[in-house]
């Protein structure tokens, strides 16, 4: 049976992956950063006899990886998917006004960093051993349009502003480059590792104005997440549609 890690599952769009992978027959070990609301939700997905674990997780605490790894490990002894799915979204509009790059506290992006990017590239590395065993591996960043440089036009509409959330917009460039790279590295392994934008998603993140639903969001990398050998790899995806950079 497939096992699959998500991480940032207490809430929004990676709940809705967990839910999704276990209704598919995935075991699945969702993580969140709170133990107790882990817990609680490892409870409302299971009801339904879907096999759901649950495991503390901070993707920015390396002792929290290993503990996960050790975990995964002995539970499971392989990880065939890992969604990268935790993601933070701090230089927000204020009062209606999106805040300048140019007076932005740079520690403000490092923070931003650390979950959207490094902690990606940290479990990554400490999942790959695992998956180059066992010669299979989906590995699904989620990223978004916002790291699109293809698309960063200047323009009124505020969502799609260049000058909004300008550190986000940094961190999932990176994190688009990233899968770029890693999918690089692993090919040969049967290891696919994609990027993918779940759209403009109704969670804490996206707001209520967002247009699409978790369950629409979520479903776009369940489909990375669940792709068959040799599909392309080092790519960027919204609703199993390539999208470019
Ligand atoms: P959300 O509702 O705010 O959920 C974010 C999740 O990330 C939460 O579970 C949160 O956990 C977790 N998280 C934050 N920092 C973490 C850390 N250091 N370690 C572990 N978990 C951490 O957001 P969402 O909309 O579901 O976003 C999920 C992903 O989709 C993000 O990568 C986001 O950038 C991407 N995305 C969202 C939209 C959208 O419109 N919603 C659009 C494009 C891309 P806690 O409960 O512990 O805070």
């Known amino acids: 049976m497939c096992v699959a890690v998500v991480t940032g599952a207490s809430r929004g769009i990676g709940k809705e992956v967990c839910r999704q992978l276990g209704e598919m027959g995935y075991q699945v070990c969702l993580t969140g950063r709170n133990e107790d609301v882990v817990h609680k939700v490892v409870e409302e997905l299971s009801s339904n006899g879907s096999i759901i674990y649950g495991h503390q997780l901070d993707v920015t605490d390396s002792k929290s990886i290993c503990r996960l790894r050790d975990f995964i490990v002995n539970q499971f002894g392989r990880i065939d998917v890992l969604v990268n799915n935790a993601g933070v979204f701090l230089d927000n509009e204020t009062n209606g006004k999106c805040p300048s790059l140019l007076e932005m506290n740079v520690q403000l992006l490092r923070l931003t960093m650390e979950t959207n990017v490094y ?61 770029r790279i890693i999918a690089a590295e692993v090919n ?46 080092g790519a960027f995806f919204r609703d199993g549609k390539q999208l470019n950079w």
């Not at 990223?143 to 909004?164: A, F, K, V």
């Not at 994609?194 to 759209?199: D, L």
């Open 119 to 179: 902690g990606v590239l940290n479990l990554i590395q400490i999942f790959f051993p695992y998956m180059k065993q066992a010669n299979y591996g989906r590995i699904v960043n989620v990223s978004s349009g916002m790291g699109r440089i293809t698309s960063m036009e200047m323009n009124d509409l505020i969502r799609r502003d260049l000058r909004y959330g300008p550190f986000y917009r940094i961190s999932k460039a990176s994190l688009n480059i990233l899968t």
């Open 188 to 233: 040969g392994f049967n290891i696919l590792v994609n990027a993918v934008c779940p759209g403009w998603v109704q969670t804490d993140m996206g707001g209520s104005d967002a247009v699409r639903s978790v369950e629409e969001g979520a479903k776009g990398v369940v489909w990375a997440a669940t792709l068959p050998d040799n599909h392309l790899s």
